[in-house]
């Protein structure tokens, strides 16, 4: 515990000044922090780190999915149900059987189940890797929701199929309409915990004294409980995750205010990334260790590495040909969301971006590492170690190869809204239109309801004005970028100078944090104007 302690201190440090890094030479995160993990992994004084999978499912992942669930639009996943759907569940269905015929033909002593089991593993594309590469490049807000969207249920149904692959290696055998009842009680049965529990903390939220902190732990117990919950009675934690974090996210104006909201927001932003960094980190670090028992199982690097090629090809074509039939389905059965400057000979750039983001990670990896050594017999478990390789040369081949060629193809394919897929409105358009009808509305609502104290209440008419000639102004005269520049030069001075002011021993501390605060309040509003 000493010596893992510090190592892990070291770790997030690490993590924290290679995120700096990857941001000022625009690469994206997680492939920084795989190349630092594998370089760590050769000093030989290094502690071992081992990565115990029942963290990864219980600790790290349903955090990751309630995080995610919260963050996606609401009304993005409704519009384009149709698409998420038949990605997160139609494709990797798809790909787990095309690996799985795949493996059992070719590859040496792969049944048609250690195929699945293969295929289960490697069939779901992280988010976390492509949200942190579609951060350098700009790309309509319909590609990205479809991309998150697909993030959120892919797991489960990936893990349904691992899970249910796992007890034909186990049994020997196959039972359809078994299987079939267990995938309806997984699925249901986790939507209807995840909506059940999810409304019991909706009513703690609303009813119970709460604070900001109290609401912060409250969001933070909520992933672990769902999840645990779903997997006593044998569902879907994964489903129960995502239904239960989407819920609480459709009411969180209701439950939570604001105080509550932004502090949590900052917690979550912070707890996520230290633990997507963690994981990638183990990626690179563990790799070495995934060789030593390759080679112990008398399999050579060599062929492990030909067969980690070839199911990374493989996956790669089968999602490029899934976006493209998913495509041509919303052609077909959706034509009202297009454009009407829809064509279908350019729509191929839709489909190389929704193919190229296949990134794996983090399911990938705690379901390969949940494999275990013995089966309930005593016997070794067949081609155990094949298939942690495959699955940690899928993870870092498409991390790699898509992951630093995906903001090349962002570029050059120039995706564009306009002809693809039809948005609303534009948003900065709509996010002007819908400022004005804010201002118009807060107007009204001052001269209905205070008129009568206008003239009394110098601070009401002062903000009344402001509102009026914020409504008044034309594009021209709101804040331009230089404004906004020394606007914030301005609030920067203001916040120097209580910094001085609080070195005068009759003022109270307390009164200049709370100025200061006010200060970065305005900044931060500032800077998302």
């Known amino acids: 515990m000493h010596e893992t302690l510090p ?119 992280d988010a976390v890797s492509a949200g942190a590469i579609m951060r350098f490049v700009k790309i309509p807000k319909t590609t990205s929701t479809i991309l998150e969207g697909e993030s959120l249920f892919n797991d489960a149904s990936s893990l349904i199929i691992f899970r249910f692959a796992m007890i034909a290696i186990g049994t020997g055998q196959f039972i359809w309409s078994d299987a079939i009842l267990s995938f309806g009680w997984m699925v249901l049965g986790g939507v209807g915990i995840g909506l059940a529990v999810g409304w019991v903390f909706k009513l703690a939220h609303k009813y119970l004294p709460t604070d900001a902190p109290t609401d912060t732990v409250f969001t933070l117990l909520q992933p672990f409980i769902l999840y645990w919950i779903a997997e006593q009675v044998h569902s879907s934690g994964v489903m129960a995750v995502v239904t239960g974090g989407l819920y609480l996210s459709s009411q969180r104006y209701r439950t939570l205010n604001s105080q509550s909201r932004i502090r949590g927001y900052s917690f979550w932003q912070s707890f996520v990334f230290i633990l997507n960094g963690l994981v990638f980190f183990v990626i690179g670090f563990d790799l070495n260790e995934v060789v030593s028992g390759l080679e112990n199982a008398g399999i050579s690097l060599r062929e492990g590495i030909f067969w980690g090629f ?85 993870i870092i081949l498409t991390l790699f190869i898509q992951g630093l060629t995906l903001p090349s193809i962002l570029k050059r394919v120039e995706l564009n809204r306009s002809i693809v897929i039809l948005d609303s409105e534009n948003e900065e358009e709509t996010t002007r239109k819908i400022r004005r009808e804010l201002w118009q509305f807060s107007i009204q609502k001052i001269r209905e309801n205070h008129s009568h104290r206008l003239e009394k209440n110098i601070q009401l008419a002062a903000t009344l004005a402001r509102w009026q000639e914020k409504l008044d102004a034309t594009e021209e005269e709101t804040f331009s970028p230089e404004t906004r520049e020394i606007y914030l030069e301005l609030l920067d001075a203001q916040r120097n100078f209580l910094i001085e002011k609080n070195k005068d021993a009759n003022v109270g501390e307390e009164i200049i944090r709370h100025e200061i605060a006010l200060i970065d309040f305005e900044e931060e509003k500032m800077r998302m104007i």
Request: net charge positive.
């Open 310 to 394: 070839v199911i990374t090809i493989l996956i790669i074509l089968i999602r490029i040909i899934s976006s493209f039939l998913a495509m041509l389905s919303t052609l077909i059965f959706r034509r009202s969301v297009l454009s009407p400057t829809f064509s279908f000979k350019r729509s191929w750039k839709m489909i190389i971006v929704l193919g190229w983001t296949g990134m794996r990670g983090v399911v990938t990896l705690a379901a390969a590492c949940s494999i275990p050594i013995y089966l309930d017999d005593g016997t070794a478990f067949p081609q155990r170690e094949l298939i942690l390789f495959i699955s940690f040369m899928v």
């Open 7 to 125: 190592f892990l201190f070291v770790i997030v440090i690490l993590i924290l000044l290679l995120n700096m890094l990857a941001k000022k030479i625009s690469v994206a995160y997680p492939i920084i922090i795989v190349i630092a993990g594998l370089l760590m992994s050769l000093i030989p004084s290094v502690p071992k780190l081992k990565l115990d999978p029942d963290w990864v499912f219980f600790v790290i992942l349903p955090p990751l999915l309630y995080e995610a669930a919260w963050s996606i639009s609401f009304k993005g996943l409704k519009k384009w149900y149709r698409m998420i759907g038949s990605f997160s569940f139609l494709v990797v269905f798809f790909t787990a059987t095309v690996v799985a015929i795949f493996a059992n033909h070719f590859i040496p002593g792969f049944s048609l189940a250690l195929g699945f089991l293969l295929g289960g593993i490697v069939s779901p594309p």
